[in-house]
């Protein structure tokens, strides 16, 4: 088996994707096969044909590729929420956040899916409003796995202060400080993270550089506001240049900044007075405006906008101009290395994003990979193949989880094997052992251990009835409702779903609540008289 099939068949290993089912999207299967999948025309199960789906944005034939991204595109949204479940991939959450159009229910689903990677969720909380940024803002369990969400939601002018309070609050009482950032600036998007499109469309709306006149004009005096400007530019003037035949235009270059320039004034761009040949339906709005009110251009009013990388500018210093290019040019360095090098401070080994929060998820896009973040855990917590553990394995996990902070726990659920899970729900904080419960390793099997287990954690036993996938399972809602620990509202609106011979268990069952054990009684005495 060559590289690249190995390759696809680990890929298709963690998707989950039936091995008869592989041959329509291999490498060498027949392009009609592929196009079939990629429309969503092969008879297969829904979750399963959303993951063949995925793989096919990695094929080779640019045809296959383009059809499978409109095919996930356009997949409706009631239909995509069905499919989305505990054990989807990370990057094909990744992939429907970042290229599908803002759905406020699929966002809100992926959000609370406890395998959703750092990049997703920090990228929901800079762009998220209204119930979202509650939702994710009140995930506790989450909050201590990915705590610079935080920086990401002050991004958000629509978060709240008092979220942000709440949050960091929260993060205190478990030893979580964080230190405050600068506040965060706007980074130029890489060229890699610009379509083509946009970056034409932003080329072409960049102003062309001063007239001469005011590159070598000496600086005004203050007074020389107040004096009589310069004759009005004509209309013409104001539209914008356009690439020539020889090149692209090039940027515009940093100007000499005025003696008497104040940061924070407002920063008006060049206008040329020769005007560049136009682009059709593109046109400087502000150079139209000022035309239209007649406002008379003078070389005072042209100075470069602050720059912050570099610390603030030296006004009336003969190197700022100097200064502001190598400041700009220090910005785009930057963003470049957020994307492409990642970041040292949060930034993780498997991701090439920077994570720490000084960059902002909404200048990255979307690439195509199967990496997921990984935790350097003991493989015998771990590995599904080593699933038995012994006294001695158990006390050695124990005292590792002594060590750990509440977040590495978290980790550790969701990739923990069935021995280690055994050990983490018995945690004596209650948010690592829910986090067991929301896993999506967990099995019936240990679902059914858990429902019935007297001494769990009631805040497990609440986790547990709030799936409605585990409360779908007869013999879950009969363990949960004989359980002392299940809410008793729960437990007595699970009585009218029970068989009469359970009923009849409860109704002998001095262990549960009087309230659950006389309404069991009554329900048992009426369903077995024939009156319901």
Request: glycine content about 4%; hydrophobic content about 40%; aromatic content about 4%.
């Amino acid at each position: 088996m060559s590289d690249t099939e190995s390759t696809f068949e680990e890929n298709c290993e963690r998707l989950s994707i039936p091995a008869d089912l592989r041959k329509h999207i291999s490498a060498d299967a027949p392009l009609k096969g592929k196009m079939a999948v990629a429309r969503s025309m092969l008879p297969a199960e829904p979750k399963v044909l959303l993951a063949m789906m995925y793989v096919l944005l990695g094929d080779p034939n640019p045809q296959v590729v383009e059809a499978a991204e409109k095919g996930l595109v356009g997949i409706p949204e009631q239909l995509l929420l069905g499919m989305l479940d505990k054990n989807s991939h990370p990057k094909i959450l990744e992939f429907l956040i970042y290229r599908r159009p803002p759905e406020a229910r699929v966002h809100e689903k992926i959000a609370l899916l406890a395998q959703v990677n750092d990049k997703t969720l920090f990228y929901l909380a800079e762009t998220a409003e209204g119930r979202l940024l509650e939702i994710i803002g009140s995930n506790q369990e989450r909050l201590l796995v990915s705590s610079k969400v935080v920086y990401f939601l002050q991004r958000n002018p629509n978060t709240p202060a008092s979220l942000l309070d709440r949050m960091k609050s929260f993060l205190r009482m478990y030893g979580i400080a964080l230190p405050e950032l600068d506040e965060p600036e706007a980074q130029p998007p890489t060229q890699d993270a610009v379509p083509a499109e946009s970056a034409a469309t932003d080329t072409a709306l960049q102003t062309a550089a001063p007239p001469a006149e005011a590159q070598t004009a000496p600086a005004p005096t203050p007074a020389a506001h107040n004096a009589v400007p310069a004759a009005p530019v004509e209309p013409a003037a104001a539209a914008a240049p356009a690439a020539t035949a020889t090149g692209p235009i090039q940027a515009a270059q940093p100007v000499p900044l005025p003696i008497d320039y104040l940061p924070g004034e407002v920063y008006i761009p060049p206008i040329p007075v020769d005007a560049p040949p136009t682009v059709e339906g593109l046109e400087n709005p502000l150079g139209a405006l000022m035309a239209d009110w007649k406002i008379q251009v003078h070389p005072a009013f042209l100075a470069p906008p602050p720059s912050s990388s570099a610390g603030p500018l030296q006004v009336g210093s003969a190197a700022a101009p100097e200064q502001a290019a190598t400041s700009s040019a220090d910005q785009l360095a930057v963003a470049a290395n957020a994307v492409v090098l990642g970041g040292e401070d949060g930034g993780s080994a498997t991701s090439s994003m920077d994570l720490s929060g000084r960059s902002s998820m909404q200048s990255s896009d979307f690439t195509f990979d199967f990496s997921e973040e990984e935790e350097n855990f003991d493989s015998e917590f771990t590995d599904n193949e080593k699933e038995d553990m012994d006294d001695e394995k158990k006390n050695n996990l124990r005292k590792q989880l002594e060590k750990m902070t509440v977040g590495d726990k978290i980790k550790l659920c969701y990739r923990a094997n069935k021995g280690a899970r055994e050990v983490l729900v018995r945690d004596t904080n209650k948010i690592v052992a829910c986090a067991v419960v929301n896993s999506g390793r967990i099995t019936d099997a240990e679902v059914l251990t858990i429902a019935t287990n007297r001494s769990i954690h009631e805040e497990v036993i609440r986790a547990l009835t709030s799936n409605r996938e585990f409360m779908r399972k007869y013999p879950v809602k009969v363990a949960l409702a004989g359980n002392p620990k299940t809410p008793i509202p729960t437990a007595i609106g699970l009585l009218n779903s029970l068989h009469v011979k359970d009923l009849q268990k409860l109704s002998k069952n001095r262990n549960v609540s009087s309230a659950v054990f006389s309404q069991a009684t009554k329900l048992y005495k009426r369903r077995k008289s024939g009156q319901g």
